[in-house]
């Protein structure tokens, strides 16, 4: 079930939002933990089993690692790491790993043939970063399986993220509370997040899909920076919207996840990009493997080293393929570049400069991400660079509908923060002008749910891109 | 099966004298979320509401419609796309050399089939809307070279196929429009002709095979044809586009033909007194065939199937193959399998279901070689050679029972197909059952069990993979009851 989905928007939400509303303290976890498992069965069947199998196993080494000090806490430890990466290696690297192995891969074809669980790199690093926090004593283990099950099936942001980590919502998951102040606050950042993915990234899609499935002999230059921006600005407002939304219905429910976007298009450099790009990956890279391998405590050459190590696993996390591995690398040389003396050039340019460069390598950066081939990146790093089809019927103009130049123009307004800068400004209004600018944001934020819910209902509606994480 | 269920079966099949309902597969119960939310978005009580406002607000703040089937042209003009027909009439999708010349021979194949019943042969590859209306077609779709059409018209042409080409006839015509009652040749709203475009072609094509038309008294008056034509309720755009109230029709009544028994949907018969016409057509025949009905002996077939046996019941002076050149969108590297005994006649899922056979992965494929008479007239059709072919099942109603495909097969030294069952068109999806059927040496008949629930969309595809065993194909048979033999629509729903 999608959360765009009419039966998500109008059926499914609704009731699970009133019945967590009506139930008392404990009564609505129970609803929680219902409603999560049903909604991954909904979508992904018998697969709920390994989510089910996934937290009753962390659970339990979840109680062992809390021994801390222990010979078995470490051992609980390192057979949850085994666990969590036998599970991804299983579902997700299986055959790109063993495909030349034709034994291996026809007995792994069954569990290939299912494909991997929706979401299972968000779920399982959730629970690694349990397991580590719990070892590190950054947080108790919990005790309650229930309560660890809703933690790691919690609906809002099971399949697409934010990856929350335990020790932000343990107290929560105890004790949250709900308002109508919250609530309204989370209807608006939901219904953002609906505008964003819905009628944003899915008008973008169309052009991108396109011109990255053109071969060197038909992408023209114009349709090749076309298509680049159209993924750049529809990768973030899909993955941003979502979380978004999982953010907003978190909130309905008395949940407060952390921020996953901090628009990161308006960033000046690749070092600040990664701390605003999905936040939660990234500062998961960062405390559970960049620190462990020395960060940049252990000298020039070895910080190098640990930032190619961990943007190549980074890269790596978003698929088995060399597309993303060499994405990973690209970005791990920029950090490295920038940190080797890179970032002192850079900061001699006007602001500007500066932002077009961070936008320039990224947008770069997604031609890897995108592409099914390194064959297909470099034709279409050829058609950027300028040899591209020069005789080609489709060109920019022909795909730069109004719809299309809308949805550029908006998805480049909503890379920007003025949403702080308005809320700001929007505070210090009397209190009689404030109402009624929310008021009006509240319109136009419904007329953005209804319009989302009708795009749905005609079937144009495109899934989320980072479902297939 | 356990001895209870066993007993449970013959009780209930020689008391109930039916067979013991199954529970559904694991497969059906993971599938039924995705049909509930289909059925519950459709059910949606503001579904009319909401579709209707966000398309009313697309078309007059964007100026532009929804989904790919139709492009907003100029002015208020629709023009259908089914996100390719735009594309091949201003040149951008040109025919390969390969799918060109196999065009070319599927209609001297025609052709020479025509001769063999002792009939003269014509095709019409029909100018669609953009072809006689560039300058109302949309700004985007810059016309860059030949549309498909006329590069198959021109390989006709050289081949010795005779054509008819409507374009000139239709573009001096153009005189005639009155656009402040939007009397065109073709409805502004609907990718068909009007009434007045249907005389005009019906008038092109007597003069060709030479029939004299009676003289009728043609009014501008009420049509039911535009009202059906119109894509603005399926938009959801009706009452902001202004409907056409008038178009030019004949003032008696059109004799109205016997429908074709067991073809398809709308085939007819006419009974006329003049010479007799096997006329093949799309949607864009209808009206056409209604006119020239009147003054010969007509069997119009609606469907790009071609009907051999149906053909020889007839025996026609002339036959005529009718089609908008949106035909030419069609699956060209796909042969089609479509002889009257394979496909329409044997079918038990009657007449419109179309069989194609393409090559998928690695594998070869050869027309078998032998005159094309004796080629059509027979079971074995294609030859596939050892590795991947597809075998697509299309424009097939939604199966009412679970049904099987059975393949006749050769392989000389046996060995064992795999098929994967996928919907639509026949890539492969996700969780779809492979099965291994093993091959006796010689010739062999695999079953192939098609749940009813295995039907995506129109069509239902079979991957078959014979890895290194050769093997060969000689036919296929569909057996399953359909819910409904479906209608034919318009022409885009025929390719």
């Known amino acids: 079930m999608l959360f765009h989905s009419p039966l998500f928007l109008t059926a499914f939400l609704p009731i699970v939002l009133g019945l967590a509303w009506l139930s008392g303290r404990r009564g609505r976890n129970v609803v929680l933990l219902l409603a999560s498992l049903f909604f991954y069965a909904w979508g992904e069947g018998r697969m709920v089993g390994v989510l089910i199998a996934s937290a009753g196993v962390h659970h339990l080494l979840g109680l062992v690692v809390a021994r801390r000090g222990t010979w078995i806490s470490h051992a609980g430890l390192a057979a949850g790491i085994a666990f969590d990466l036998g599970l991804l290696?299983?579902?997700?690297?299986?055959?790109?790993?063993?495909?030349?192995?034709?034994?291996?891969a026809l007995a792994l074809r069954p569990v290939g043939a299912l494909g991997p669980p929706i979401g299972v790199s968000f779920f399982t690093f959730q629970a690694l970063s349990y397991l580590v926090d719990v070892h590190r004593g950054v947080v108790p283990a919990q005790?309650?399986?229930?309560?660890?099950?809703?933690?790691?099936?919690?609906?809002?942001?099971?399949?697409?993220?934010?990856?929350?980590?335990?020790?932000?919502?343990?107290?929560?998951?105890?004790?949250?509370t709900v308002d109508a102040g919250r609530v309204a606050d989370g209807f608006r950042r939901f219904a953002t997040g609906l505008g964003k993915k819905v009628l944003l990234a899915g008008s973008l899609a169309p052009v991108a899909d396109h011109a990255f499935s053109l071969g060197a002999g038909d992408l023209g230059t114009g349709l090749a920076w076309l298509g680049l921006a159209c993924y750049s600005l529809q990768i973030y407002l899909d993955f941003s919207g979502y979380s978004d939304m999982a953010i907003g219905i978190g909130r309905m429910l008395g949940f407060d996840f952390l921020e996953n976007f901090l628009h990161p298009y308006s960033s000046r450099s690749v070092t600040e990009f990664w701390r605003r790009w999905h936040v939660s990956l990234s500062s998961w890279f960062r405390d559970y493997l960049y620190i462990p391998l020395g960060g940049n405590r252990k000298g020039h050459w070895r910080t190098g080293f640990n930032l190619l190590a961990v943007f190549v696993l980074c890269g790596l996390w978003h698929g088995a393929a060399w597309t993303f591995i060499f994405w990973g690398t690209w970005h791990g040389a920029l950090l490295i570049f920038e940190r080797v003396g890179g970032a002192r050039l850079l900061a001699r340019l006007p602001r500007a400069g500066q932002h077009m460069w961070l936008v320039l390598v990224v947008c770069l950066g997604w031609v890897l991400f995108r592409v099914e081939s390194l064959d297909e990146a470099l034709n279409y790093f050829a058609a950027l660079a300028g040899a591209g089809a020069e005789t080609t019927p489709w060109t920019a103009a022909h795909f730069l509908n109004p719809v299309v130049a809308v949805a550029l123009i908006a998805g480049c307004v909503a890379s920007v923060p003025w949403v702080p800068a308005a809320r700001h400004g929007l505070a210090k209004l009397s209190n009689p002008s404030r109402e009624i600018r929310l008021i009006l944001v509240d319109l136009f934020l419904f007329l953005v749910l209804a319009w989302s819910l009708a795009e749905g209902l005609g079937g144009t509606s495109t899934p989320f891109i980072y479902f297939r994480f | 099966m356990t001895t209870d269920e066993k007993t449970q079966t013959v009780e209930i099949r020689e008391r109930e004298r039916r067979a013991l309902a199954s529970y559904p597969s694991l497969e059906q119960v993971e599938a039924a979320p995705r049909a509930i939310e289909k059925a519950y978005a459709d059910h949606l009580g503001l579904r009319t509401l909401l579709l209707r406002a966000a398309a009313r607000l697309r078309w007059s703040a964007l100026k532009m419609i929804g989904g790919t089937e139709m492009v907003r042209g100029r002015g208020e003009w629709l023009f259908l796309h089914y996100g390719k027909h735009l594309d091949m009439w201003r040149g951008a999708e040109p025919l390969s050399p390969q799918e060109l010349a196999s065009w070319v021979e599927l209609l001297q194949t025609r052709r020479q089939l025509a001769i063999q019943v002792g009939a003269k042969y014509v095709v019409a590859l029909l100018p669609s809307k953009p072809s006689v209306y560039p300058e109302w077609a949309p700004p985007r779709y810059r016309k860059l070279g030949p549309s498909r059409r006329k590069q198959v018209l021109e390989a006709l042409l050289a081949a010795g196929v005779p054509t008819l080409d409507l374009l000139p006839k239709m573009q001096a015509a153009k005189s005639d429009d009155q656009p402040e009652q939007m009397d065109f040749l073709f409805h502004t709203q609907g990718p068909h002709w009007s009434g007045r475009g249907e005389r005009l072609a019906a008038e092109v094509l007597a003069s060709h095979i030479g029939l004299d038309l009676s003289p009728r008294t043609w009014e501008l008056r009420p049509g039911p044809r535009a009202a059906e034509d119109t894509w603005a309720p399926r938009l959801y755009l009706d009452g902001a586009l202004p409907p056409l109230r008038q178009e030019w029709w004949p003032k008696a009544e059109l004799p109205p033909g016997q429908k074709y028994a067991g073809a398809h949907s709308d085939s007819r018969r006419f009974p006329g007194p003049g010479p007799r016409i096997f006329f093949q057509h799309d949607s864009f025949g209808r009206g056409v065939r209604d006119i020239l009905g009147a003054d010969c002996e007509l069997t119009a077939i609606w469907s790009h199937h071609f009907d051999f046996g149906r053909m020889q019941e007839a025996q026609p002076e002339w036959v005529v193959d009718w089609w908008v050149e949106w035909v030419l969108a069609g699956n060209t590297k796909a042969v089609r399998l479509n002889s009257p005994q394979s496909c329409t006649l044997e079918f038990e899922m009657g007449t419109g279901v179309g069989w194609y056979l393409g090559p998928g992965g690695t594998g070869t494929l050869q027309l078998v070689d032998g005159p094309p008479a004796k080629t059509l007239g027979e079971s074995l059709m294609l030859e596939a050679k050892t590795g991947g072919v597809r075998l697509i099942i299309g424009n097939l109603p939604q199966l009412a029972t679970d049904g099987v495909c059975r393949l006749v097969l050769t392989a000389p030294a046996g060995g064992a197909i795999e098929v994967m069952l996928t919907p639509g068109n026949g890539d492969p999806v996700r969780r779809v059952n492979t099965q291994r059927f093993p091959l006796t040496p010689g010739h062999s008949r695999v079953d192939i069990p098609l749940p009813k629930d295995a039907h995506g969309g129109a069509s239902i595809g079979l991957l078959l993979d014979g890895g290194a065993t050769p093997w060969t194909l000689h036919g296929a048979q569909l057996r399953a009851k359909a819910i409904d033999q479906g209608s034919p629509g318009t022409s885009g729903g025929e390719r």
Do not use: E, M
């Open chain 1, 143 to 176: 005790r309650n399986p229930f309560k660890f099950a809703l933690y790691l099936s919690l609906f809002p942001q099971l399949i697409a993220g934010p990856i929350v980590r335990y020790a932000d919502i343990a107290t929560q998951i105890d004790k949250r």
């Open chain 1, 89 to 104: 290696v299983l579902f997700k690297y299986a055959n790109w790993l063993f495909g030349s192995t034709p034994d291996l």
